[in-house]
Nanobody, 123 residues
Framework: QVQLVESGGGLVQAGDSLRLSCEAS????????MGWFRQAPKKEREFVGR????????YYADSVKGRFTISRDNAKNRVDLQMNSLKPEDTAVYYC????????????????WGQGTQVTVSS
């Protein structure tokens, strides 16, 4: 089992920055690819980005590429999502998730999820 807890959400204005964190406990954090997702009201959950086990590789959705950056600190069991140049359309509940393998990631299968943190961007 891996427990994930997100934090750092809040209300910001368009153009502002916000940094979300996801702290993990339980099994060895470095054994998991970590992903970030978001879900806006009345919309399906959307992939935001992911980071490899070591942090050497990242991949982002086109909608956030160049504005969002994912990093991780395996010593602290934490993955962060730095969000810059925020737009109202970034408003959503943001979730972190953990997957043990790239094959599962490619199928969209993440084994563990956090409870989410709300990000609201006003225009």
């Amino acid at each position: 089992q891996v427990q994930l807890v997100e934090s750092g959400g809040g209300l910001v204005q368009a153009g502002d920055s916000l940094r979300l964190s996801c702290e993990a406990s339980g099994r060895t954090f470095s054994n998991y690819i970590m992903g970030w997702f978001r879900q806006a009201p009345k919309k399906e959950r959307e992939f935001v980005g992911r980071i490899s086990w070591s942090g050497s590789s990242t991949y982002y959705a086109d909608s956030v590429k160049g504005r969002f950056t994912i990093s991780r600190d395996n010593a602290k069991n934490r993955v962060d999502l730095q969000m810059n140049s925020l737009k109202p359309e970034d408003t959503a509940v943001y979730y972190c998730a953990a997957a043990p393998s790239l094959s599962k990631v490619r199928m969209g299968e993440y084994d563990y999820w956090g409870q989410g943190t709300q990000v609201t961007v006003s225009s």
